[in-house]
RNA sequence: GGACAGGUGGCUGAGCGGUCAAAAGCAGCAGACUGUAAAUCUGCCGGCCCAUGCGGUCUACGGAGGUUCGAAUCCUCCCCUGUCCA
């Protein structure tokens, strides 16, 4: 049994798990970085570790058409290849069928698109997308899958939903397909959920991947401009129509208020850009709320960007300071603070898990919620 | 002393009779960012007023006059800057 559920939350749905991976075990929840090329875009690999991140993300998309996923494999995969032995989920692509839709063209039988580098033509098939993945030898994998927009029709949610639960069935039968024996050890194939915010939607798509059957099941297609009170409604109604002794993963969700809110409503895996992103646009995640560095008002502001943050970057260095490296365009700026934002969201995921086996887990709740103005997060 | 070239909003720099409170870039200020085409993008950026608007008003294109219904744009004088020649 891969997953294992140590501790629930006896007022919410919250949930403390072990998920082993053929590179470690995973304490649950969990927030993993998004490394999209092979990197946390700023952050070496032993800086990650000393943060204490537990698993990276990987994408499919990008890695194959850079370096190219024979590429990765030829120098050992992508564990070794970016020199991170611990483990790795990688994204299946699903979500360029959506970021990239004006590049590509999605069919039945898969996902055809230019390159955004140099506009050559490519096409990924459900089987071409499991194929890349176990190339790269992550320890996850994600079935492909079509992400749609919010705002969408009834009928094209309905559509990418169905053609969702078709592509599973293939990458399924793919994973379990005869094929040459390799140095990595078999990953984890997850399901995703599609659905949109309509309950009706998401409970057949819920049905179709679960009776498929994955080792994990991502709840996909949420957090892509749906109104926040959806989102949640969404994500809890979903994750209680998944099996509870899998690994629920909810795709790109999302800010630190979100992860509690999430958690409570039963998740247990979360990916977002946003600490990284935001990092290197300026936007700091605090204790006392969002801070943007660059603002004029820090200019002569010499206490850290969160003064009960005990990161390296909140030990040594100023507001004023970050905000003169924002100003003048120094790399400096985005690495000191992605060290800062991702410190925040790994520490508010062990204060929620350890509140969780604590059977606190309904305080630290009530805490960041309700509060008005400036919230904890 | 002479010959050219030029003086435009914080800076650089377009405009060369009206549609100009004046292009564009930079700087400045603010905002957005949720499975990363993002160290990106968006908005504001002379003052005041109603703060609804392709609104009203005042001050502005070195200075002072003038021509014109109308001038950053044309004319006169002055001041200043750069390059070259003495």
């Known amino acids: 049994m891969e997953f294992e559920v140590i501790a629930r ?20 929840p969990v927030f993993m970085p998004v490394g999209t090329a092979g990197t946390v875009k700023g952050m070496a690999q032993d800086e990650l570790e000393r943060l204490g991140v537990q698993i990276l993300l990987g994408n499919t998309y990008h890695l194959y058409l850079r370096p190219g996923h024979e590429v990765v494999r030829a120098l050992g995969g992508l ?18 069928v959506m970021s990239l839709k004006e590049l590509g063209r999605v069919t039945e039988d898969g996902f055809a698109f230019r390159s ?35 705002p969408a029709s009834h009928e094209t949610t309905h559509r990418a939903m169905k053609l969702t639960s078709r592509w599973a069935r293939r990458c399924q039968n793919a994973f379990f397909a005869p094929r040459p024996p ?22 057949e798509s819920a049905e179709e991947i679960t009776e498929i059957g994955f080792e994990g099941y991502a709840i996909g297609g949420l957090a892509v401009g749906e109104p926040k009170a959806e989102m949640y409604e969404v994500a809890e109604s979903t994750a209680q129509l998944l099996p509870a002794d899998r690994p629920r993963y909810l795709m790109g969700v999302g800010t630190p208020e979100d992860l509690v809110e999430c958690v409570a409503r039963g998740i247990d895996m979360f990916d977002c850009v946003m600490p990284t992103r935001n990092a290197r646009n300026a936007c700091a995640f605090t204790s006392q709320g969002r801070v943007v560095v660059r603002n004029a008002r820090y200019a002569r502001d010499e206490t850290p960007l969160d003064p009960k943050c005990s ?16 100003v003048a365009r120094e790399m400096l700026a985005g690495i000191l603070t992605t060290h800062h934002n991702l410190h925040f969201y790994l520490d508010t995921m062990r204060r929620i898990r350890q509140a969780i086996v604590a059977g606190q887990f309904s305080k630290l709740l009530a805490s960041a919620g309700g509060g008005a103005g400036e919230t904890p997060f």
């Not at 499991?130 to 079935?143: S, T």
């Not at 390799?182 to 998401?202: E, K, M, N």
């Not at 260095?317 to 924002?326: A, P």
């Open 79 to 96: 564990h070794r290849f970016m020199s991170w032995p611990h483990p790795i989920l990688t994204d299946s692509g699903g979500f360029q």
């Open 311 to 326: 990161c390296s970057t909140c030990r040594r260095y100023s507001k004023g300071y970050l905000r003169h490296l924002f």
């Open 182 to 203: 390799t140095p990595d050890p078999q990953p984890l194939l997850f399901g995703i959920v599609q659905g949109g915010i309509d309950r009706a939607l998401r409970r």
């Open 9 to 28: 939350d006896p007022t919410t749905r919250a949930r403390a798990g072990l998920l082993r991976t053929a590179h470690g075990t995973i304490e649950t």
């Open 116 to 150: 955004h580098l140099d506009g050559s033509s490519h096409f990924f098939s459900p089987e071409k997308a499991l194929e890349i993945q176990l190339a790269l030898g992550a320890d996850i994998i994600m079935c492909l899958d079509e992400c749609v927009e919010y």
